[in-house]
């Protein structure tokens, strides 16, 4: 007998970088307004803020993902942080570390 499975076998189907989101409590000039943007746009947009901002940075979803089988709607601090290490190219950026000096 065969058995059938379906899907990724990590519970993690590859994410939507290009989805819309809002990336919020992040400056943009003298407030913290939210910004309207891609996933990918987001998260690359965090990486840039000092650490504060990053800390109290929220990212809500247009729709849930799942990441390690678990469904996640918003992001918030360290968690997208966590993101960051998906984004498309960081893996590879993360294998070849450029040399210091």
Do not use: K
Not at 35 to 49: D, H, K
Not at 70 to 95: K, M, W, Y
Request: net charge negative.
């Amino acid at each position: 007998m065969t058995e059938a499975t379906w899907g990724d076998e990590t519970g993690s189907p590859s994410i939507d970088w290009r989805m819309s989101v809002a990336l919020q409590n992040v400056p943009r000039g003298d407030e913290e307004l939210a910004e309207v943007t891609s996933l990918e746009g987001a998260v690359r947009a965090w990486s840039t803020l000092d650490a504060a901002h990053q800390e109290s940075a929220v990212i809500s979803l247009d729709h849930p993902i799942l990441i390690d089988g678990v469904s996640h709607a918003t992001f918030t601090g360290p968690a997208i942080g966590d993101l960051a290490e998906r984004l498309p190219g960081a893996s590879a950026d993360n294998q070849n570390p450029q040399p210091e000096g």
